[in-house]
């Protein structure tokens, strides 16, 4: 505000350029804006509410960039920790569609010798399933033969015969031990 006389009164005049809402800077000695005409309460103090609201919008902005920021350290921190839970775990990567060729021969071998290639089959498929699995990142190696499948199958299938199924907790309990007793480190 400057105070001037004009003819012996004092006035207060703004001289002072004042922008509008619409973006125009006006001549201190407008009172409307001169390109869409609000006068110029109504043009600073719209142009004043859109700043304040562009600042809310910025810190809010801001704010959510940072519990984005936060929210991605905590799912890094937690794919960390399933890395670390894989490599001292049990891990299989194996891929089916690579055991099919096999099964199939399996199969065929299976059929034409009336079932007594399945024994060697499980051993094979044994074989597959444990060769893709890593223990706490080593790899490993199935030493079951086609014969130990044939031989534990019998023994274990006939005492669960003569003692009319009662024998499977045992059977089970025997063949689980068997096939880990048949896993070693590959390295
Ligand atoms: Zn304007």
């Known amino acids: ?16 350029d004042w922008e509008c809402v ?54 890094r921190e937690k794919a960390q920790e399933n890395r670390v839970a894989r490599l001292t775990g049990l891990e299989f990567n194996g891929d089916a569609k690579d055991f099919l060729g096999p099964f199939l021969l399996i199969m065929l071998l299976s059929f034409v010798t009336f079932g007594i290639y399945s024994f060697w089959g499980a051993a094979k498929m044994m074989d597959w399933v444990v060769g893709n699995c890593t223990l706490a990142g080593r790899r490993l190696r199935f030493t079951g033969t086609g014969v130990d499948v ?17 024998y499977t907790p045992w059977a089970v309990a025997n063949i689980t031990k068997w096939f880990t007793g048949k896993v070693e480190y590959a390295d």
């Open 1 to 16: 505000m400057t105070q001037v006389t004009i003819d012996g009164m004092d006035t207060q005049l703004d001289f002072q």
């Open 22 to 75: 619409c973006g125009y800077v006006n001549e201190g000695i407008d009172e409307n804006c001169m390109r869409c005409s609000r006068d110029r309460a109504t043009g600073i103090a719209e142009l004043n509410a859109r700043k304040e609201a562009e600042l809310v919008a910025a810190q809010k902005a801001r704010l959510e960039e940072e519990q984005r920021q936060q929210a991605e350290a905590v799912e």
């Open 150 to 166: 044939l031989v534990l199958y019998l023994v274990q299938g006939i005492l669960v015969s003569i003692t009319f199924g009662i």
